[in-house]
């Protein structure tokens, strides 16, 4: 009886910015169908960051960038990339094995994540002026 070795593969998918802003949950179940038909179990799916690209792709100037980590038997990488390629919805994909990502490594903050974290100071003393000022006003 042949067993399926699944191996840690980490994809990084690239999506038209706005595609990505009005339909966030049809790619990303769309990206976890083709990786299950594919024989593929999803370990994380998020995010990474929206990022203005170098050279038009496909006639777009900002892409979203989705990162993935998921179990595969190394057979079928191959299908999977295939399918990838004939999504009209991803403009670029890579898939590389993961043999050396840890757990820490797959939990690490995002760029967007970061972003995120150094804008929420900023805007919680925004939140706390605009309270004075209104207090202030109603005084």
Do not use: C
Request: no cysteine.
């Amino acid at each position: 009886m042949d067993t399926l070795t699944k191996r840690l593969y980490e994809a990084l998918f690239l999506i038209d910015a706005a595609e990505a802003a009005s339909d966030w949950d049809g790619i990303t179940e769309m990206i976890k169908r083709i990786l299950e038909k594919g024989g593929a179990e999803v370990v994380s799916l998020r995010k990474w960051d929206d990022r203005r690209l170098a050279y038009d792709i496909q006639g777009k100037d900002r892409g979203t960038y989705i990162l993935v980590y998921f179990n595969s038997p190394t057979a079928a990488i191959s299908s999977i990339e295939r399918d990838f390629r004939l999504s009209e919805r991803i403009m670029r994909a890579i898939i590389i094995r993961g043999d050396q990502i840890t757990q820490a490594d797959m939990d690490r903050d995002t760029p967007l994540m970061r972003d995120q974290a150094a804008a929420a100071p900023v805007e919680a003393v925004a939140e706390k002026v605009a309270d004075g000022a209104m207090q202030e006003t109603q005084s």
